[in-house]
C-alpha cells in the first residue's frame, strides 16, 4: 500500500536540487524549435500549498526553498517557474515537477505523468486540466515501458519513485536499462535520497556500471529535523545534454552557501 505524500516534503532542498535541475535542462531543450516528449513516472500532485498544515508541520519547505531561493539568481529557469506558479496559484504554491515541466513546455510538446496514489492522482488530475497533460493512474515503470519511444522523440524522463518499496533501489537500475533500450536518444534523470547508512549505494554502482557515461551529482545537507535520515540528494542523468555538468556544479557551489544547520522550528 502506498503512503507516501509528497506535500509533507514539498520545497525540501531535494526538491530544490531536482527541480532547479529539471527547469535548466527543459529551458535549454526548448531553445530549439523542434518539439519534445516530457514523461515522468513518479507525478505526485503536481502543486503544492506550502501553507498546508503538513506542510508546515515538517518544517521541510522552511529548511528548504525558503533558504534557497535567493541564491539562484533571478532570470534562472527555476526561480521564473516559481514566481509564474505564485502569480497562477497564490503566494504559498509551489510547482511540482509536472508543473514546472507544464510552465517550461510549449503547446507542441507533449506531457505524460503517471501517479499510482489515488488520492495524489486525483489531486493532479484536477491541477492538470489546464497544462495539457495526459495524466495516468498506472505504474510509472509500465507506463514508461509501453509509451517509449514517444512521439515526438525527443525529450526527457524524471524518474523520481519514493523509495517506499526498499525493492526499488534493485529494480531501477534494470528499467533504466530496459528504458533506454527502447528510447535511446530519451534523456533519463533519476532522483535518489542520501540516506544515513547508504541504501542507494549498490544502485548507484549498478547504474555506473550499466551507464558509464552517466551523469552523477549529489548535494549534502543537514537533515530538516532531528530524526531525519536524509542527508543529501542525487541525480543520475543518462543521456545529458551539453552544459549540464556545467550547471550541475553551479547548483553545488549554491548548496554550499546555504547555513550548515536547518533552521529551529
Ligand atoms: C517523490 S513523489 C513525486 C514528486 C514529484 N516528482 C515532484 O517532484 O513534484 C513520488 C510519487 O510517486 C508515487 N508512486 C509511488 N509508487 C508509484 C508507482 N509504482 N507508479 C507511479 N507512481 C508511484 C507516490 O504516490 C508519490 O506521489
Not at 521541510?60 to 533571478?74: D, R
Not at 534493485?170 to 547508504?198: C, D, F, T
Not at 542525487?234 to 551539453?242: E, H, K, T
Amino acid at each position: 500500500m502506498l503512503s507516501y505524500q509528497h506535500l509533507y516534503h514539498a520545497g525540501n532542498l531535494a526538491d530544490v536540487h531536482k527541480h532547479a535541475a529539471l527547469a535548466w535542462v527543459l529551458d535549454y531543450l526548448t531553445r530549439k524549435d523542434k518539439p519534445l516528449t516530457y514523461i515522468e513516472t513518479h507525478a505526485g500532485r503536481g502543486l503544492y500549498d506550502l501553507g498546508a498544515e503538513e506542510a508546515v508541520k515538517t518544517g521541510e519547505a522552511a529548511a528548504g526553498i525558503a533558504l534557497a531561493e535567493s541564491l539562484f539568481p533571478k532570470d534562472h529557469p527555476y526561480r521564473q517557474r516559481l514566481e509564474e506558479t505564485r502569480a497562477a496559484y497564490g503566494p504559498h504554491a509551489y510547482p511540482g515537477s509536472p508543473l514546472i515541466a507544464a510552465l517550461g513546455l510549449r503547446e507542441t510538446d507533449s506531457i505524460h505523468l503517471a501517479e499510482l496514489h489515488p488520492q495524489e492522482h486525483a489531486f493532479l488530475q484536477a491541477a492538470a486540466k489546464d497544462w495539457g497533460a495526459h495524466v495516468h493512474r498506472q505504474d510509472g515503470f509500465e507506463l514508461a515501458l509501453a509509451i517509449t519511444p514517444p512521439t515526438p522523440r525527443r525529450g526527457l524522463m524524471l524518474i523520481d519513485p519514493s523509495y517506499e518499496v526498499k525493492a526499488d533501489y534493485e529494480a531501477i537500475p534494470r528499467h533504466m536499462a530496459a528504458i533506454h533500450r527502447k528510447w535511446n536518444v530519451g534523456i533519463l534523470i533519476l532522483w535518489y535520497p542520501i540516506l544515513r547508512g547508504g541504501a542507494h549505494g549498490p544502485m548507484l554502482r549498478a547504474l555506473a556500471k550499466a551507464f558509464p557515461e552517466g551523469l552523477c551529482h549529489e548535494v549534502r545537507f543537514p537533515p530538516a529535523r532531528e530524526g531525519h535520515r536524509m542527508e543529501g540528494s542525487g541525480l543520475f542523468v543518462v543521456n545529458a545534454p551539453y552544459g549540464l555538468d556545467a550547471e550541475l556544479s553551479a547548483l553545488g557551489a549554491r548548496f554550499a552557501r546555504l547555513p550548515k544547520a536547518a533552521p529551529k522550528p
